[in-house]
């Protein structure tokens, strides 16, 4: 059977392993040292901390038997009001995915007080929700969290595991999958199965964005991915599709070791994420004066100024208003792109934008690959061309 062994004639309780061991599984007693297997990630920290070699790891060499895992699960993080809008995402993706494989969708949550959260869940392509609900999952820490999915998976065995790579789900997703013993993929822009292999086709940026990865997981399940907010498409509410809703019955995680004394909100500042139209600058607009026009046109549409890479590191705008993989990844209904050439790593943050403008001098400008309409010119003069008629419209 695998897992984590201790010899305990070889043991000397120094302790040693206690310390390194992040997810909170050894202790010593009796002055011999002891493993919690639950919480054990068999990450063999302690292994190499041991100068006795007391400590060795067991693996099952037969591996996961693949046919055992069917479904597609989406975990569905929750905010004050509700499933944030990356979990809409996440289940419009996963009920591509989950009909290209003919199996179930299946909305994973973990919290409090949680049923009043499955209907609108089931309305926007769930088949099922599963509720993991307990007053120990109200604080949402990782560890009663990531002990709740682990529990739910090794029962229910679903084939693909969805995140949101938000600040929470990056922290809790790769928790899930060391314990699962999985691969993951964090930070994907595209999701498909493959036709032949039925394996999930992960697809990110690489090597700082200068080339899209194609990942898959052959050997282990479930197969794994984080996706960033904005990036796939959440679809309609359908308020008339049924789904079945039921509670897990597994016991509530044990105290993690963690405990939240107070929560303080941050200041609520306004997003390009959440914005309807945004005007991108590039490096082709030329100055920071010229930058004060890409936001007035911004500000005359109703929108949000967006900026490149480039213009925030040469201190023309805030980090705030980066689009892109280091920045932000938005899904507006209308992105004017002025002087953007196209980089890769631009490309991965705008995937989600529902009609785009590019205006450039370069008539092979990379841009213009994923515009619905191109305007070839001097980005500056078309961009004072539209303040002016739109002035003259209002």
Same mark, same amino acid.
């Given at each position: 059977m695998s897992g984590l062994k201790i010899d305990l004639e070889l043991c000397k309780g120094c302790g040693r392993c206690v310390k390194v061991c992040a997810a909170g599984a050894l202790k010593v007693e009796n002055k011999k040292a002891s493993v919690d297997e639950a919480k054990c990630i068999m990450c063999g920290m302690c292994k190499d901390s041991c100068k006795f070699d007391?400590?060795?790891?067991?693996?099952?060499?037969?591996?996961?038997?693949?046919?055992?895992?069917?479904? /597609? &699960? =989406? &975990?569905?993080?929750?905010?004050?009001?509700?499933?944030? *809008?990356?979990? &809409?995402? @996440?289940?419009?993706?996963?009920?591509?995915?989950?009909?290209?494989?003919? =199996? +179930?969708?299946?909305?994973?949550? =973990?919290?409090?007080?949680?049923e009043k959260h499955a209907a609108s869940l089931i309305a926007h392509g769930a088949d099922e929700v599963i509720l993991c609900d307990d007053p120990v999952y109200k604080d949402a820490l990782e560890e009663p969290l990531s002990s709740a999915i682990v529990s739910l998976v090794q029962r229910e065995?679903?084939?693909? $595991?969805?995140?949101?790579? #938000?600040?929470?789900?990056?922290?809790?997703?790769?928790?899930?999958?060391?314990?699962?013993?999985?691969?993951?993929?964090? %930070?994907? #822009?595209? $999701?498909?199965? %493959?036709?032949?292999? +039925?394996?999930?086709?992960q697809t990110r940026p690489a090597f700082g964005g200068n080339l899209m990865a194609t990942i898959v997981c052959p050997n282990n399940r479930p197969q794994m991915a984080t996706v960033r907010p904005g990036v796939m498409q959440a679809l309609e509410a359908d308020e008339s599709r049924t789904g079945t809703v039921r509670k897990d019955a597994a016991p509530a995680a044990p105290f993690s070791g963690v405990e939240l004394l107070e929560a303080v909100?941050?200041?609520? #500042?306004?997003?390009?994420? %959440?914005?309807?139209?945004? /005007?991108?600058?590039?490096?082709?607009?030329?100055?920071?004066?010229? @930058?004060?026009?890409?936001?007035?046109?911004?500000? @005359?549409? !109703?929108?949000?100024?967006?900026?490149?890479? *480039?213009?925030? %590191?040469?201190?023309?705008?805030?980090?705030?208003?980066? /689009? !892109?993989? #280091?920045?932000?990844? /938005?899904?507006?209904?209308?992105?004017?792109?002025c002087g953007v050439s196209g980089a890769i790593q631009h490309l991965a943050g705008i995937s989600g934008a529902k009609k785009i403008i590019a205006i450039n001098s370069d008539p092979d400008a990379p841009i213009f690959s994923v515009a619905h309409y191109k305007i070839v010119g001097d980005c500056m003069e078309v961009v004072q061309e539209m303040i002016r008629q739109r002035k003259t419209e209002a």
């Open positions: 007391a400590i060795s790891l067991e693996k099952d060499e037969a591996g996961v038997s693949l046919a055992d895992y069917h479904g /597609v &699960f =989406v &975990f569905a993080e929750l905010s004050e009001e509700g499933p944030l *809008p990356v979990a &809409f995402e @996440l289940l419009g993706k996963g009920r591509t995915l989950a009909d290209a494989l003919g =199996v +179930k969708l299946c909305a994973v949550v =973990v919290g409090f007080e949680t065995k679903p084939e693909i $595991l969805l995140f949101g790579a #938000t600040m929470f789900g990056r922290s809790l997703a790769p928790r899930v999958a060391a314990r699962l013993h999985t691969g993951l993929t964090a %930070d994907c #822009t595209v $999701l498909e199965i %493959d036709a032949e292999t +039925k394996l999930l086709r909100k941050a200041a609520k #500042t306004e997003s390009i994420k %959440d914005a309807k139209i945004i /005007v991108d600058a590039g490096r082709g607009v030329g100055s920071k004066k010229n @930058l004060k026009l890409v936001k007035e046109l911004a500000d @005359l549409l !109703g929108g949000s100024l967006g900026v490149s890479r *480039p213009l925030v %590191d040469m201190g023309w705008s805030e980090y705030s208003h980066q /689009v !892109g993989q #280091t920045g932000c990844t /938005v899904a507006p209904d209308l992105l004017i792109l």
